[in-house]
């Protein structure tokens, strides 16, 4: 996955996207994949974050 790579390349640990509050498609990829729900909003967006280990 290229968060991976950018974890490694780059030291990256958390990772989030922002998604339509109506795109359940979406919100069910990125769930499956690991990011997680902030319950918070960001230019009418839903915030979801990653955290690697």
Same mark, same amino acid.
């Given at each position: 996955?290229?968060?991976?790579?950018m974890?490694?390349?780059?030291?990256?640990? !958390?990772?989030?996207?922002?998604? #339509?509050? /109506?795109?359940?498609?979406?919100?069910?990829?990125?769930e499956?994949?690991?990011?997680?729900? !902030?319950?918070k909003?960001?230019? #009418?967006? /839903?915030?979801?974050?990653?955290?690697?280990?």
């Open positions: 996955m290229i968060l991976d790579e974890k490694s390349r780059l030291g990256c640990k !958390e990772f989030y996207l922002s998604t #339509d509050p /109506e795109d359940a498609r979406g919100k069910h990829v990125y499956k994949v690991g990011f997680r729900p !902030e319950h909003m960001l230019d #009418d967006e /839903e915030l979801f974050k990653i955290v690697l280990d």
